[in-house]
Every structure is written in structure tokens, then in C-alpha cells.
């Protein structure tokens, strides 16, 4: 058996059994339980057919195909990246010139996690801290632990980050004279993981200009996720944070094609101020010397053809149809029990649900094993929640609403509904 002192910093950092890990062990030991849990896309509008198509294509130029069966940049692919930015630009509703950005800050990596983890490398040294919102996506918070970087969870609320309560941790820690170990603000910018909520324009104008008003001898970057930005149900769009970002100098945007058309194609991607091209690439290189190159091209020809459009108006049907017959179960199961609510979601994957305060929903409570008796898995909300947070709330559940038929839907509100009682 290897001893922990064997092990480097970072591999005793990331220690421990994920929480992720200990869900899929309680699925598969019980094949029938509906998995409410699991943040994965509908696995029967998974993208077959323009799949296949875009294949057909590809295959059908011998040059194009046997050039993506080659090693390609570490960048990437570039008609890919020019693709990537005109449609960051167009829902913007601005030309790169007004975004003052070009192509060569667009950068390929193999989803956005490994896009995320390569900026974070780049800028953060272990101790220094990334204000992350209470609730957050709790795969970066382990990437954050795994380097050794304090994630300090600010107070949100329906609409996400509140820009008062960042301000507050700024001001505090530059009274403090601890302002220089803030790196960055993480922001899940359209429909949170877990919470679904969507930062409003307003909110994300005012988190820019904190960033930039409290950047001294270091500048604070955000960080903005935009991995559920396409799956919008209902309502309008909202402009990135980067639109607001004039001088480009601030924000780093994440993407991702696995939740807007397939996760096992593994193509995401990001957008760099200028400043971090070259040290993101140098690391990037040392790493993979460029993603996979097969998997760009197909992408591109997936766009170049229309099929990522036309596959999201399948996938978006199929969701509304799901966020509706989740909404309906809660309201019939759900809502009659004292101190239970919910955010109804006009988009992403999640339903976040709150319980009775003295309900503890965690792994190690009494609710998650009786909502297994009864049929059902969750995720629980406390590993949501950074661990330097004001408050670490047990009483919270992430719900997706991905992987499951609305009959499946229907059925897991219900058995939760039950767990519920039982513990109350």
C-alpha cells in the first residue's frame, strides 16, 4: 500500500473518496433506483443522426479526414476557434472589435473542465483564494482543492452572485491587508449548476467592475462558465460577462459543447485575455500538445452544416417537457410538506431544493438512505458549498432533471416526497 508521504501535495489535496464516486457506487448497487442525481444529458437525444452525418461528410474529403486524423495545434483547430468566437460575438450581439477580441485568444481543450483547470494552474498558487458562489458547481471546487486554493464561498441569492456581498469580501480582505491572495470570482453565468439561477445583466456589469476597481498590483480575473448558456427554455438571453469586459483584460470565458450537443465528443473551449495566451499555451503544450484533433473537426463540420442548431431545438423540446412534468410532480408532492421549496429553473439541467432547516440531507443523514429505501438518489446540497462559506446549509438538494423520462421524473419527486415525510 502506497503511504500518504509517498504522494505529491496536490495528489493528498485531491485525497479522499469524491462524493460523485460514492453516488454512482449507491446507483449501481441499486439498478432500479431513479437517479434524480446525476448532472448527465438525455441520453436518448444524444446527437446519432447529425452525428453521423457530419462523419459522412468529413469522410467524404480524403484531405480534411486524413488531416484530423494527424496531430493538429495546441490551440486548436482554427476554422473551429473562428466558428467559436463569431457565435460568442452574435449572441453578444456585438462584432469581436467591440468585444476587442480576436481568434487567437479562443483556445480548444477537451471540455471546459480542462479548460478551467489550465487557468487555474496558470494564476493560482496553493493559498491563494477564489470567491465562489454559496452554492457552487462542486466539480470546480474539488479542482480548486486539488491545486490547493481556498475556495471562500459569497452569499447568493435567486439571482445569483450578489455584488454587494462580493464587495464586501474585497473590502474586508483589503482592510485586512489580504486583498492580494483574491485571484479570481468563479461565476456559473446562466442557469448554476446547482442552483439553475441566471445572473442578471445589471449583476454581471457590477461584477466586472468590482473586479477591476479591486485589481492593484494583481489584476482579479473572472471566471465565467457559459457550459449551460444554450440550454435557454424560456425568456431571453442575457449578454456574457465578457461583453462587459471592454478592455478584454478581465474576464476568461469557458464553453463547452457536451451539454449543447455531446459530452463523449469532448470539445470545449475558451477565451483568454491577451495576457494569458502564451503562459496557458506553454502549459497547455507540456500537457497534451493539443487536444483531440478528430473531435475538432467534426465539431466544425457539425456547425458548418447547421446540425448543432437543429440538435439543440430537439434538445431544448425534450427538457421543457422535463422541467414541466418535474415542476408538476413537486407541486403535487412536494409543496404540501411545511418549509420545502424550490427555484423553478427556465433552463440548464437542475431543480435546487430546499428543505425543512433540521432535515439533514447529506450522505450521513437520515433522509439520503430513506430516499434510497424508497427509490430515489440526490445530490446532497452540502458539497455544493465551498468550505470556507458563512454558512454550510445540510438542509439543500440538487435535483437533474437530465437522464430520467418524465415518467421516471414523476416517479422520483414522488419516492422523495415520501422519504421526506418519513424523516419529518
Same mark, same amino acid.
Given at each position: 500500500?502506497? !503511504?500518504?508521504?509517498?504522494?505529491?501535495?496536490?495528489?493528498?489535496?485531491?485525497?479522499?473518496?469524491?462524493?460523485?464516486?460514492?453516488?454512482?457506487?449507491?446507483?449501481?448497487? &441499486? +439498478?432500479? /433506483?431513479?437517479?434524480?442525481?446525476? =448532472?448527465?444529458?438525455?441520453?436518448? @437525444?444524444? +446527437?446519432?443522426?447529425?452525428?453521423?452525418?457530419?462523419?459522412?461528410?468529413?469522410?467524404?474529403?480524403?484531405?480534411?479526414?486524413?488531416?484530423?486524423?494527424?496531430?493538429?495545434?495546441?490551440?486548436?483547430?482554427?476554422?473551429?476557434?473562428?466558428?467559436? /468566437?463569431?457565435?460568442?460575438?452574435?449572441?453578444?450581439?456585438?462584432?469581436?472589435?467591440?468585444?476587442?477580441?480576436?481568434?487567437?485568444?479562443?483556445?480548444? @481543450?477537451?471540455?471546459? &473542465?480542462?479548460?478551467?483547470?489550465?487557468?487555474?494552474?496558470?494564476?493560482?498558487?496553493?493559498?491563494?483564494?477564489?470567491?465562489?458562489?454559496?452554492?457552487?458547481?462542486?466539480?470546480?471546487?474539488?479542482?480548486?482543492?486539488?491545486? =490547493?486554493?481556498?475556495?471562500?464561498?459569497?452569499?447568493?441569492?435567486?439571482?445569483? /452572485?450578489? +455584488?454587494?456581498?462580493?464587495?464586501?469580501?474585497?473590502?474586508?480582505?483589503?482592510?485586512?491587508?489580504?486583498?492580494?491572495?483574491?485571484?479570481? %470570482? *468563479?461565476?456559473?453565468?446562466?442557469?448554476? &449548476?446547482?442552483?439553475?439561477?441566471?445572473?442578471?445583466?445589471?449583476?454581471?456589469?457590477?461584477?466586472?467592475?468590482?473586479?477591476?476597481?479591486?485589481?492593484?498590483? !494583481?489584476?482579479?480575473?473572472?471566471?465565467?462558465?457559459?457550459?449551460?448558456?444554450?440550454?435557454?427554455?424560456?425568456?431571453?438571453?442575457?449578454?456574457?460577462?465578457?461583453?462587459?469586459?471592454?478592455?478584454?483584460?478581465?474576464?476568461?470565458?469557458?464553453?463547452?459543447?457536451?451539454?449543447?450537443?455531446?459530452?463523449?465528443?469532448?470539445?470545449?473551449?475558451?477565451?483568454?485575455?491577451?495576457?494569458?495566451?502564451?503562459?496557458?499555451?506553454? /502549459?497547455?503544450?507540456?500537457?497534451?500538445?493539443?487536444?483531440?484533433?478528430?473531435?475538432? *473537426?467534426?465539431?466544425?463540420?457539425?456547425?458548418?452544416?447547421?446540425?448543432?442548431?437543429?440538435?439543440?431545438?430537439?434538445?431544448?423540446?425534450?427538457?421543457?417537457?422535463?422541467?414541466?412534468?418535474?415542476?408538476?410532480?413537486?407541486?403535487?408532492?412536494?409543496?404540501?410538506?411545511?418549509?420545502?421549496?424550490?427555484?423553478?429553473?427556465?433552463?440548464?439541467?437542475?431543480?435546487?431544493?430546499?428543505?425543512?432547516?433540521? %432535515?439533514?440531507?447529506?450522505?450521513?443523514?437520515?433522509?439520503?438512505?430513506?430516499?434510497?429505501?424508497?427509490?430515489?438518489?440526490?445530490?446532497?446540497?452540502?458539497?455544493? *458549498? +465551498?468550505?470556507?462559506?458563512?454558512?454550510?446549509?445540510? &438542509?439543500?438538494?440538487?435535483?437533474?432533471? =437530465?437522464?430520467?423520462?418524465?415518467?421516471?421524473?414523476? *416517479?422520483?419527486?414522488?419516492?422523495? =416526497?415520501?422519504?421526506?415525510?418519513?424523516?419529518?
Amino acid at each position: 500500500m502506497l !503511504h500518504q508521504e509517498a504522494l505529491s501535495r496536490r495528489a493528498r489535496w485531491a485525497g479522499g473518496e469524491q462524493v460523485i464516486t460514492q453516488l454512482m457506487a449507491k446507483a449501481l448497487a &441499486n +439498478p432500479k /433506483l431513479v437517479s434524480l442525481a446525476a =448532472g448527465f444529458t438525455d441520453q436518448q @437525444t444524444l +446527437p446519432v443522426d447529425p452525428t453521423r452525418k457530419a462523419l459522412e461528410i468529413l469522410w467524404s474529403d480524403p484531405a480534411r479526414a486524413l488531416a484530423a486524423l494527424q496531430y493538429g495545434t495546441t490551440i486548436g483547430y482554427g476554422p473551429l476557434r473562428e466558428l467559436l /468566437l463569431q457565435r460568442m460575438c452574435e449572441a453578444d450581439g456585438r462584432s469581436a472589435a467591440e468585444m476587442n477580441v480576436s481568434v487567437d485568444q479562443v483556445v480548444v @481543450t477537451a471540455g471546459s &473542465n480542462v479548460f478551467l483547470f489550465l487557468v487555474a494552474d496558470t494564476l493560482l498558487d496553493p493559498g491563494d483564494v477564489v470567491l465562489c458562489g454559496a452554492p457552487s458547481y462542486f466539480v470546480f471546487l474539488g479542482l480548486l482543492a486539488n491545486l =490547493g486554493v481556498q475556495a471562500v464561498g459569497v452569499e447568493t441569492d435567486q439571482q445569483g /452572485l450578489i +455584488p454587494e456581498a462580493v464587495e464586501e469580501e474585497l473590502a474586508r480582505r483589503a482592510e485586512s491587508g489580504d486583498l492580494h491572495r483574491i485571484k479570481a %470570482i *468563479y461565476a456559473v453565468s446562466y442557469y448554476d &449548476n446547482p442552483s439553475s439561477v441566471t445572473i442578471p445583466a445589471q449583476r454581471r456589469a457590477a461584477l466586472v467592475e468590482l473586479a477591476k476597481r479591486y485589481s492593484g498590483d !494583481h489584476r482579479i480575473r473572472i471566471f465565467e462558465d457559459t457550459a449551460y448558456r444554450e440550454l435557454r427554455y424560456w425568456g431571453e438571453d442575457t449578454p456574457s460577462m465578457r461583453s462587459f469586459d471592454r478592455q478584454g483584460d478581465t474576464v476568461v470565458v469557458a464553453g463547452t459543447f457536451s451539454k449543447s450537443f455531446s459530452p463523449g465528443i469532448r470539445v470545449g473551449w475558451g477565451v483568454l485575455p491577451r495576457d494569458l495566451v502564451e503562459p496557458v499555451l506553454s /502549459l497547455k503544450g507540456n500537457i497534451d500538445f493539443g487536444s483531440p484533433n478528430f473531435s475538432q *473537426y467534426l465539431m466544425h463540420t457539425v456547425l458548418t452544416e447547421s446540425l448543432l442548431d437543429d440538435h439543440l431545438e430537439r434538445i431544448r423540446a425534450s427538457y421543457r417537457e422535463k422541467i414541466s412534468a418535474m415542476m408538476e410532480a413537486a407541486d403535487q408532492f412536494l409543496a404540501p410538506i411545511d418549509g420545502v421549496d424550490w427555484i423553478r429553473p427556465t433552463g440548464g439541467l437542475y431543480v435546487w431544493l430546499r428543505l425543512p432547516e433540521a %432535515i439533514d440531507s447529506g450522505l450521513d443523514g437520515p433522509l439520503f438512505d430513506r430516499a434510497v429505501e424508497e427509490g430515489v438518489l440526490y445530490v446532497p446540497g452540502v458539497y455544493c *458549498y +465551498p468550505s470556507q462559506s458563512r454558512v454550510l446549509p445540510r &438542509n439543500m438538494i440538487r435535483l437533474s432533471f =437530465g437522464v430520467p423520462s418524465c415518467e421516471e421524473i414523476r *416517479y422520483g419527486v414522488e419516492a422523495l =416526497g415520501r422519504a421526506i415525510r418519513q424523516v419529518v
